[in-house]
């Protein structure tokens, strides 16, 4: 096996080899005088002796390596880098750093609200080069105004430097008017914008401050409960104030409400909506005292955020603040209702529900009880309010009819489940009233509507075992549609136009006639109102009477009535609404015998401005049947030619 080794490995096997005996021995061999000889020079080369110093010169015609002249040119890189650098720092170049730039913003630290501020912008240089294409960018925090137009928005102000020379210091003044809640911090920020010579690159230096406001020209404060019930009225108390030390004019003071909630009354009245009060000028010290009652829907456990802005505004007739002060939230909780009741009429529900007039309409009232408890005692009260109500046709089959107050009572007495409803109990009476005629009596209602508002009350025992009254409410107005009707009459022998023929009319003969529209509408006005027909193919369109802006499109052989507005009253209270246009029969010996129908059935459309809905009514064709002197029965037959 050892001879399979080669010399190295064995030797190295017997240097590591425990089983060695004796000691290793250090044997070494001894030194012996050389007679060997070094040339002083390269072959060929030659001594070179300075004064201190001696080196040899290369061979004539020898190179010099890669490696020695990288040395040699790094050597050199170095020593122009260190002498560029001493140069550098005891010139200063022209090396500009933002570090080197002072800018400073000068401002109050606390300042009044709505009163102007002034502002000073310190810029120094301290770089060996001169800035040049200097800006200076304000950025005001929102809210702020301008004190030269107070009405327009102060977001960001641009003010042009130009060029600063280096060790220069300039000094920039602004003004701006700060608005916003008491003790609110207000942050500035100055941003300087420059470029270099030699660059096209911009630069910038940024710097902020804070200021806080005092007080504002006003102050507002919202009393209102933490947490309502869905449904059920809460009022807002909001108290304005004035806090300036002079006459601050025209105050307002403007309401956000948030979704779902309706206005019931405010006090004073609200000028635009209810939701802008023009307090107008308010003296030092002075107070303004709003009242805002409504009623929230929402779902359980929603916050709705309600915000009142203080402010003024020199335009009488605007609808918001131009310059506001201050803005003030107010949040409020909505919890379900313990016992709640809802409305139905017409198999409508909602806040409104339009209705056609002079018709008997049937409701219904669904309560349900929300609470882990029984209710007891039940009781709901549905009140009728309106001069359109037909009083003696009010009537409920479960539930007793109070006419001294036209209110609906239903109790345990005429409904046994009312008088202990278990949790999650629910149930739904009927009722039924109907609305007056139209004109009956002599009388027209312009707008009219009918308010229907229920209250439910019940007496819950709790844990504790102490009665407690739980209540309820809600609230329809019913609003009635306008009653619209349309008339359509042929004329012969009367009216505007002259009509050529005889009567009764003759197959293949021409016999013209004057077609009368009359148009009656009850109570509310109606808009974008317009009549439309379509002739028959015997029939041909003559002429319209001037100014009724009646017109006919042959394509499609339809006479249009543009209408416009309808005045409530039409018809009732003042003349009925007329158009009148002539056509031509020219009968067919097929009609022989026939009362040929001079139109179709024409038919008017509009929109109630009042109740919000479509209007329409439709007229019988007219035939060659009149109504009017000279005629007499037969001449609405077509004869034979």
Do not use: C
Not at 266 to 281: E, F, Q, V, Y
Not at 362 to 369: F, I
Not at 397 to 403: A, V
């Amino acid at each position: 096996m050892h001879e399979d080794k080669s010399e190295v490995e064995q030797l190295k096997d017997k240097l590591y080899s425990r089983g060695q005996e004796g000691i290793a021995q250090d044997i070494r061999a001894p030194l012996e005088q050389s007679d060997a000889y070094a040339p002083p020079v390269w072959e060929g080369g030659s001594l070179l002796r300075g004064p201190k110093s001696a080196f040899y010169a290369m061979p004539a015609g020898a190179k010099m390596s890669f490696s020695t002249k990288f040395l040699i040119g790094s050597a050199a890189f170095f020593a122009i880098a260190a002498v560029g650098a001493t140069v550098f720092f005891f010139t200063g170049g022209n090396y500009v750093s933002s570090q080197n730039i002072d800018l400073q913003i000068v401002a109050p630290p606390l300042i009044n609200g709505g009163t102007q501020a002034d502002l000073q912008f310190i810029i120094t240089n301290r770089n060996p080069a001169q800035l040049q294409l200097a800006d200076l960018i304000i950025t005001y925090p929102q809210g702020t105004r301008d004190p030269k137009n107070p009405q327009k928005a102060l977001t960001q102000e641009r003010i042009s430097v130009g060029t600063l020379a280096s060790g220069r210091q300039t000094k920039l003044t602004s003004a701006a008017l700060f608005y916003g809640a008491e003790g609110s911090t207000q942050t500035i920020r100055a941003t300087l914008q420059y470029s270099v010579e030699g660059s096209v690159a911009v630069f910038t230096k940024d710097v902020n401050t804070e200021l806080t406001l005092g007080s504002s020209p006003v102050s507002v404060s919202v009393d209102a409960p933490s947490e309502i019930i869905a449904g059920q009225a809460f009022s807002f108390i909001v108290t304005v104030q004035s806090n300036s030390q002079t006459p601050v004019d025209d105050v307002l003071v403007q309401a956000h409400y948030p979704f779902g909630f309706s206005v019931d009354s405010t006090s004073p009245r609200a000028d635009a909506g209810s939701t802008l009060w023009r307090i107008g000028t308010m003296s030092p010290g002075s107070t303004r005292v709003i009242k805002v009652t409504g009623r929230v829907d929402g779902q359980d456990g929603d916050e709705k955020v309600f915000r009142f802005i203080a402010g003024s505004s020199k335009d009488r007739t605007g609808a918001k603040v131009d310059v506001p002060f201050l803005s003030v939230p107010a949040s409020v909780t909505v919890h379900r209702p313990f016992i709640t009741g809802s409305i139905s009429v017409d198999s409508k529900t909602g806040e409104k529900i339009s209705v056609a007039a002079g018709k008997t309409l049937q409701g219904t009232v669904t309560w349900q009880n929300n609470l882990a408890d029984s209710v007891g005692n039940v009781e709901l009260r549905l009140h009728l309010a309106g001069p359109v109500i037909d009083t003696a046709s009010i009537k409920s089959s479960s539930g007793f009819y109070q006419s001294g107050d036209s209110t609906i009572v239903w109790t345990s007495a005429q409904d046994p489940s009312l008088a202990l409803v278990p949790p999650g109990g629910t149930g739904t009476l009927s009722f039924s009233f109907a609305t007056l005629v139209p004109g009956a009596g002599g009388t027209v209602y312009q707008n009219p509507t009918v308010d229907l508002s229920l209250s439910v009350r019940g007496t819950r025992s709790g844990e504790s075992g102490v009665p407690e009254e739980v209540t309820s409410s809600a609230k329809t107005q019913v609003v009635l549609s306008s009653a619209v009707s349309l008339a359509a009459t042929a004329l012969h022998n009367t009216g505007s136009f002259n009509n050529p023929g005889i009567l009764p009319p003759r197959a293949e003969s021409t016999t013209s006639y004057a077609i009368l529209w009359s148009i009656r509408n009850s109570s509310n006005a109606i808009g974008n109102a317009s009549v439309s027909v379509v002739l028959p193919s015997y029939v041909s369109f003559v002429a319209a009477a001037g100014g009724t802006n009646i017109v006919y499109d042959s394509a499609s052989r339809t006479v249009r009535w543009t209408i416009g507005d309808i005045t409530a009253g039409a018809g009732y209270t003042s003349a009925a609404l007329q158009g009148t246009f002539q056509v031509a029969l020219t009968p067919s010996s097929s009609q022989v015998g026939e009362v040929p129908a001079l139109t179709g059935t024409a038919v008017l459309a509009g929109t109630d401005r009042f109740a919000q809905v479509g209007i329409s009514a439709s007229a019988e064709a007219p035939t060659t049947r009149l109504s009017e002197p000279g005629f007499v029965n037969g001449m609405e037959v077509v004869a034979p030619r």
